[in-house]
Nanobody, 121 residues
Framework: QVQLVESGGGLVQAGGSLRLSCAAS????????MGWFRQAPGEEREFVAH????????YYADSVKGRFTISRDMAKNTVYLEMNSLKSEDTAVYYC??????????????WGQGTQVTVSS
């Protein structure tokens, strides 16, 4: 059974930084993309970033490009999201997600439980 467990959320001032972690277990992730989505109150869940597990190729939403960096540690089966220059509009619950590369990046197969990120202005 695949499990994705996020950690690292919290409260930070605008302009600050946070690093989220997602520990993945339950299978090998070759052929998968691992990524992050977020959902602000009253909004739909939106894509943030993903990384292709095998190749390391990254892709970002325009809203976070240049500020957020996604990475993975294959030995630890962990994905990270380094968030810099945080803005109040980055406030959301952040979800780790895993999906096969053969399917749309918008519909991952697995989700974590989410971690709250709050940016105060």
């Amino acid at each position: 059974q695949v499990q994705l467990v996020e950690s690292g959320g919290g409260l930070v001032q605008a302009g600050g930084s946070l690093r989220l972690s997602c520990a993945a277990s339950g299978r090998t992730f070759g052929g998968y993309r691992m990524g992050w989505f977020r959902q602000a109150p009253g909004e739909e869940r939106e894509f943030v970033a993903h990384i292709i597990w095998n190749s390391g190729i990254r892709y970002y939403a325009d809203s976070v490009k240049g500020r957020f960096t996604i990475s993975r540690d294959m030995a630890k089966n962990t994905v990270y999201l380094e968030m810099n220059s945080l803005k109040s509009e980055d406030t959301a619950v952040y979800y780790c997600a895993a999906g096969t590369v053969s399917t749309s990046y918008k519909t991952p197969n697995y989700w974590g439980q989410g971690t709250q990120v709050t940016v105060s202005s």
